[in-house]
């Protein structure tokens, strides 16, 4: 049966630390592996990565990918309480009809 | 843009009554998509579209019912509301392709069924 795991499923701490959320996954034929990030209301994207050890990076957040021990992080630097929110995890199977199969998030909080 | 817009925003049922939740997008997006979320269990999908006229069962479709008569809609139907319904449900959408893709949340309903 396909499966995400996320670890933690929660953390807290101090602003201006650095967090690293993993992604575990087991898929048949895996096509990508998608990060969301989901404050108050609805998920939003962050990061797609379909290939091994190609850092994804946008502002203080970056996610890479390693396909052979299959799993994910995200990694966030000089956290700040704006980065307080659950983040989501999902992998794509090719021949899935594009649903994705989802983590049961990590809940971030971030303390002043 | 709008985006993706889903109503109502929050809905108390009794046990046994129906009710059906709307979500519309106006990006000209082929797939849609229902899931629901519970605490602890991520999110799960109920039933999903290719296209319009055409649904399909995710992973736990037992209970609601959808229909995509127009490609922007995608209405949600729970004939007979149960409590082990109550949760917040998230509507969804995305391109059609054969490569990877991102999906767009609309901004959730609160279900409340006692």
């Given at each position: 049966e396909d499966k995400v795991v996320q670890s933690p499923l929660s953390l807290v701490v101090h602003e201006g630390d650095t967090v690293t959320l993993n992604c575990s996954y087991e898929v048949t034929n895996f096509r990508s592996l998608l990060w969301y990030k989901q404050e108050k209301k609805a998920p939003t994207f962050l990061f797609m990565l379909t290939s091994s050890g190609i850092e994804k990076k946008s502002g203080r957040l970056s996610s890479i990918l390693d396909k052979k021990e299959l799993f994910s992080i995200l990694n966030i630097t000089a956290?700040?309480?704006?980065?307080s929110a659950i983040y989501l995890c999902a992998v794509e199977a090719v021949d899935s009809n594009y649903q994705l199969i989802w983590g049961a998030g990590t809940k971030l909080i971030i303390k002043p | 843009n709008a985006g993706v817009t889903q109503t109502p925003k929050f809905r108390v049922l009794k046990t046994g009554q129906s009710m059906t939740l709307l979500c519309a997008q106006?990006?000209?997006?082929?797939y849609m998509y229902w899931y629901r979320q519970d605490p602890g269990m991520g999110l799960r999908l109920i039933h999903y579209s290719v296209g319009e006229g055409t649904t399909a069962k995710g992973e736990v479709p037992d209970g609601y019912n959808v229909s995509?008569?127009?490609?922007q809609n995608f209405l949600l139907g729970l004939e007979s509301a149960a409590p082990s319904q109550t949760s917040v449900y998230f509507c969804a959408s995305s391109y059609s392709s054969t490569t990877s893709y991102e999906q767009y949340f609309g901004p959730g309903t609160r279900l409340t069924v006692t």
């Open positions: 956290t700040q309480t704006g980065d | 106006d990006m000209n997006h082929e995509r008569l127009k490609k």
